[in-house]
């Protein structure tokens, strides 16, 4: 339906979502877009669905109904691979970086569906193949360098402190070159200092790198202040959307969430 | 052998590092090809009596030349399971199908192509069969395993590891029954024996002559000619390094790491799991292709109950021992696990025995060090005796205890 | 760790059914599934015509073989129904172990073929059993008794010794570590057997109760009275008793079940007494069956009873059961049946099932595919 009302092309637009787990409907027709070079952001309660619906964005799981478009192509029930490729890229909840290889390498990893060279090509290591590795290291030495951890490009991700892990986790999914980036929980772990910081460096990556930015956030200050647009989940149904200000004040928000941030809090 | 060194590597300080260290390595490994092939060659005909029986007691050149196809096949099954992450418990097929390719294409067993099919080959003319020079039998081979690698990875690769570990560990126990029961196309238990004598090169002077030494260039090496074979093997034992050498610098080699790590980033990073899987399944197919045919050279003929199980944790136990990943350290676990079943252990039984007047049936006792060797490596030294830079230092944190497992969860 | 199980996950399994929501350790994860995503539709549609086809086939040459020769068909699955018996109670061993630490136990079947030769040498070397007296019959029960508790002791002592350190380890670590110990047991079953197979007199006697030409063999009735009692008091033990439900709940959530007062360990190790001492019955039926021992025996029959285990779906207890019983039928079909192909290709038929199970249906007859979780 949005898909209609939208003429111009969206990054990503999510269509009448509906993931269903055998009788437990975990989404229910949810229609979600994020608009060019925007900072949105999913919240809602624990079990409202949100990591269902982002494994339905990233190809973890396939909708029962609806669909998926990146940039006005369908990638409804394509592979996390070839979806990232097309341009999503992500961090994770729990960072899961490539821990015993450098920060350069991760970064590298990331362009592997945007290098080319086959087996052949490697082991010859013809001027094509060279060409590429050089461009490689130098991008991700670039990635590396607007994130702020340049310096540390030949560390093993492992050996780097847990704020620069969660920003080789961006560079690595910049490195995609991604129409979307999608954070999963970017500030968990973080005290409120370091996440302001954060905040001011994701707004940075949308600036700089001309990317929408979908932030799926437990801590209200980092949603408030981030965000250009905010969508409410509960119970696998969007209960709200729109800007920081009127989700404070609906009351099924406030109802259905802020109610309930005391259990929130100590789930995790 | 030198040449096979990465010439030319991008800026990058842990680039030349690498390098130089592979360089080192590399140098080494000619240096020793050489010596080794001159002692054989020239200094063990020259020695004295006791020198000869010692030589031929503890160091036999046939074990020696062994050693070195069980080189080439652990760093075959090393790319799959050192680099990928993949355990592959079946890597004796590949070994099979290489050595009955051999047992095809390059004897007179084929009996219906009649007269014989020649092609640059050293064999012997006017037999029927099909006779194709053994470099071509090496390519052909290995091309065919590496296909038979996709063929039996597209189904399987999709499971998980330990899954993965089983099915393949199927592969490696059908294939050879195959090849055993198909007496038609195999000729079953009896095998396929002789194959054909290989030379160096196809063309050229029968041999070069240096004083009163010859080295045999395009002349047909028999059975015996066990010197000049190392200089061969060696040359495909040089190709196998440098290949996994190589393909792990560039962007597979990083993807196949990505996916030992974690496996879901890599997905979600544009890694795909499935082609990225098979191609390491197919490199190391075509080395284990490589490592029959040279397996099937030195023992002149392919025999269906060579192939079994245990060849396959052998090549298993030389990675864990060497060091999981680390081409080098592979390959001297290749060499040192090879020479201690072919020779250090029974020879040190017969000597034992003899000593001490015993009867213990030392070989037997293979089953038990090999079962040793990767439960204590397991234990005590995961990333082996030569680890790779990278897994040195996560391999040997200290354990976490359970209470600090309730605090901090695995994350 | 955080515990937000997908939803697909909530469901209690009932029935002594495991699987566990590790983090990264899960049955197929999503990702492998997703992996073949983009024609997964018309991919799901071949398969399924694929496997039904080859069900059919294979159902079509049954009948074949049934109608022309029904007395040999009936003989030879009784058989199978014989041999399926044993692979049921190593399975169980394999379907334990995996099913609350997810690790493929390779040892598990040789510890089934060290069941088979302590069984020998307790029973005919030490206790000079003849066949089929009254008091051959107690002592092949004692015998019984005493491989179940030495079994069960060597496994226990091979999680103790290798495994529990491995728990944290990447799984490359404990796979390669079985596949060491398995190692370890063969060279055990040289020593204790010798590298040739040894013949044994067996208490159970040869032939059986005929019905017309079909006749029921002694030793299927022994094998099948030992072993209903053994699945009776497993499951028992595994659904009804404290035990169990600590086994339960260790394989569902580790860390949740020790914050719950269970000692995690202590489970573990009892689980693999459990799987162990199926194997060391199954070791003495082997033995009572066959007469013979021999140190290999294990590989080949540990690699049947696997595919049995993942026929029934890896994890699941009455998989296993029935999963042993299937594959042993085949196997009895493939060997004895006028148009079978034979015992030479019994292995390559198995495993060939193995693999196409792998392809069409990893999760098995009972099982049910899981999915990692970000």
Redesign the interface.
Known sequence: MSTDVVTEVMPLTASNITVR??G?V?VKDVSFTVPPASIVSLIGP??AGK??F??VL?????PTTGSVALNGKDIT??????I??LGLG?T???I???????A??NV????????T?N?VQ??A?TRH??R???E??EFAQEMLDFVGIGRHS?E?A?NLSYGDQRRLEVA??L??RPKVLLL?EPTAGMNPQESAVFVDFVRRVRDEQGVSILLIEHDMSVVMRASERITVLDQGEKIAEGGPDDIRNNPRVVEAYLGRTGTEGSA? | MATST?D?L?????GDVTSSHNRRWALGFLIAAIITYLFYAFVVPNLGAAGKTFVSTWIPAVATNEALVWVICAVGLNIVVGYAGLLDLGFVAFWAIGGYTAGWIMSTFIQAVNPGFYLASAAYPDQPGIHLNWWLVLIIAACLCAFAGVLIGAPTLRLKSDYLALVTLAFGEIIPQVFLNADKFTNGARGIAPLDNVSPLPFGPSAISIGDVKIPISQPLGPFDTSAKFLLFAIVAAFAI??SL??R???????W??IR??E??????????MRTKL?AYA?GAFMGGMGGVVYAIHTNSVFPDRFTFSISILLLAMIVLGGMGNVWGVMIGALGLAWFNSTGLPQFGFWFNGQFGTAINFPSYSFLILGAILVLMMLFRREGLFPET??R??LREAERSDAEELDGGE? | ??H?V???L??FPSEGVFISTKGRHMTIT??EK?????T?LRREKIERVLAYGLLVAAAIWLLWNAIGAPVQFANVTLGGIRTGAIYALVALGYTLVYGIIELINFAHGDLFMLGSVFSALILVNFFGAGTGSPKDWALMILTLIIVMAMCAGMNVAAEFIGYRRLRRAPKLAPLITAVGISFIFQWLGIVLNGSAPKSWPKVIPNGGIHFGDVILDYSTIVVIAVTLPLLGLMTYLVQQTRQGKAMRATAQDQDAARLMGINVNRTISFTFGLGGAMAGAAGLLYLETFGTTRYDAGFQLGLMAFTAAVLGGIGNLKGAVVGGFIIGVIQAWNDGLPHGLGQQWSQSVVFTILILLMVFKPEGLYGKPT?E??
Do not use: C, W
């Not at chain 1, 899961?96 to 450098?102: A, E, I, S, V």
């Not at chain 1, 590298?108 to 290098?115: F, I, N």
């Not at chain 2, 879901?264 to 799991?273: D, F, H, K, R, T």
């Open positions: 787990f055998g437990l975990a624990n079990g990591t269902t982002f494994n990233t190809g973890l799981y396939r029930g394509q592979t996390p691979h070839k990232a490729s992500r994770f909840q729990n899961r970086l490539f821990g015993l290889m450098t350069a390498e590298m990893v990331g362009m592997h569906s945007h290098t060279s087996i490697i082991v290591r193949q060279r590429e590795e050089v490689s290291r030949e093993y492992r690595r999914a490195a995609l999963d995790r | 990465p030319t991008e800026k990058g300080s842990k440098f290949v190589r393909i610098e560039g962007r597979l080699g990083r993807a790491l990505a790590e974690d879901l980033a890599a997905s979600m990073m544009g890694v795909p799991l191609a490199v990278r897994t230092q996560i994350a | 760790m955080g937000n997908p939803p697909d909530l469901f999503a990702v997703a992996d073949n995503r983009p997964l999915v979780k970000v």
